[in-house]
């Protein structure tokens, strides 16, 4: 298994539509942050699926740490 790579200490505010799916993540190589491209392939890290309850700005962790994943907890301010 390989370390989760940190992609930036903040949140990631996106724009997301009720009812749909987003793969957040979590290993920290996605060129799409915050969401897969599939970089994750050999780490032992899967993308974390997110369903968006209601349409409206989500915050995703960008430091890939949070322990409230794929959303951010500010655990970002501990690095």
């Avoid at 992609?7 to 969401?35: D, I, L």
């Avoid at 430091?63 to 994943?69: A, M, N, R």
Wanted: aromatic share 10%; charged share 25%.
């Amino acid at each position: 298994m390989t370390d989760r790579v940190v992609f930036q200490k903040k949140a990631m505010p996106v724009e997301v539509e009720e009812g749909k799916t987003y793969y957040w993540c979590a290993c920290g190589r996605s060129a799409n942050q915050p969401f897969c491209d599939g970089a994750h392939q050999g780490t032992g890290i899967n993308p974390v699926a997110y369903r968006a309850e209601a349409t409206g700005k989500a915050f995703f962790c960008g430091c890939k740490h949070s322990k409230k994943e794929p959303l951010c907890d500010g655990s970002h301010k501990e690095l």
